[in-house]
C-alpha cells in the first residue's frame, strides 16, 4: 500500500537556521508528491509539488526534490522566519490521479526570533 | 475565486448526539474529498465524490457516518451517534475533475469537532 513517513516533531528554530523535514514514502508505481502546510487558524495549503523523479518543487524559499532512489522528499528552507511556524505535511497521490492523498503524521515548526 | 468553506468552524457535542458538517467546494470542481486529522496523527482519507456519486468511501469508518453530495455541489457529513473517538479535525478538499494525473487539492479550513 501507499504510505508516508515523516519526521516527529516539534522541531523549534532560531530565525534564520537551516530547515530540513525529512519524508519517505511508500508507493506503487510513480506518486506524485506534495508539501503542504497548515498556519494557524488555517486550512492547508499546497506548499510546492512535484511529479516525476528528479523534479525540484520551490515556493517560497523551500525547496524538495523527488528522490526516487531513495523514496525520498525531503523540505528545506536556508534561513526560516517567524512566520514560517506552522505545521508541514508530506502527502503523495497515486499517478493514476483523481485520487486521495495520504498523508503524513505533519511536523510542527516553530521558530523564535 | 472564493475557496473552500467548511462550517461549522467547530463543534463539541455530547457522546450520542448527531452533528452534520458541510462542505462546500470551489464552483466548478467535480472531486470532493473528506479527511479527518485525529491529534497528533496522519490525515486520513474518508470518502471522495465525483459529482454527486461516492466514487471511493473506502475510508469511512463505519456506518455512523454518512455522507451525501446532493446535486454535485455542497456536500454534508452526518455523524450519528457520534462516539468519543469520532473527535478531531475534518477536511474538505476539492480538485478539478482532471485526465493527465493528480491534480492539487484544495483544502478547507477544517472542522474542528469534539465529542464529550
Known amino acids: 500500500g501507499n504510505s508516508v513517513t515523516q519526521m516527529e516533531g516539534p522541531v523549534t528554530l532560531s530565525e534564520e537556521a537551516f530547515l530540513t523535514i525529512n519524508c519517505t514514502y511508500t508507493?506503487?508505481?510513480?506518486?506524485?508528491l506534495f508539501w503542504y502546510v497548515q498556519y494557524p487558524g488555517e486550512g492547508l495549503q499546497l506548499l510546492l509539488k512535484a511529479t516525476k523523479a528528479d523534479d525540484k518543487g520551490s515556493n517560497k524559499g523551500f525547496e524538495a526534490t523527488y528522490r526516487k532512489e531513495t523514496t525520498s522528499f525531503h523540505l528545506e528552507k536556508g534561513s526560516v522566519q517567524v512566520s514560517d511556524s506552522a505545521v508541514y505535511f508530506c502527502a503523495l497521490s497515486p499517478v493514476s490521479g483523481n485520487t486521495p492523498l495520504v498523508f503524513g503524521k505533519g511536523t510542527r515548526l516553530s521558530v523564535i526570533a | 475565486e472564493a475557496g473552500v468553506t467548511q462550517f461549522p468552524s467547530h463543534s463539541v457535542i455530547e457522546k450520542g448526539q448527531t452533528v452534520t458538517l458541510r462542505c462546500d467546494p470551489i464552483?466548478?470542481?467535480?472531486?470532493l474529498y473528506w479527511y479527518r486529522r485525529v491529534m497528533g496523527k496522519e490525515i486520513k482519507f474518508l470518502l471522495h465524490f465525483v459529482k454527486e456519486s461516492k466514487q471511493d468511501e473506502s475510508g469511512m469508518p463505519n456506518n455512523r457516518f454518512l455522507a451525501e453530495r446532493t446535486g454535485g455541489t455542497y456536500s454534508t457529513l452526518k455523524v450519528q451517534p457520534a462516539e468519543l473517538e469520532d473527535s478531531g479535525v475534518y477536511f474538505c478538499?476539492?480538485?478539478?475533475?482532471?485526465?493527465?494525473?493528480?491534480?492539487?487539492?484544495?483544502f478547507g479550513p477544517g472542522t474542528r469537532l469534539t465529542v464529550l
Open positions: 464552483s466548478g470542481h467535480d472531486n
Open positions: 478538499a476539492s480538485s478539478r475533475l482532471w485526465a493527465g494525473g493528480a491534480d492539487e487539492q484544495f
Open positions: 508507493a506503487t508505481g510513480y506518486p506524485s
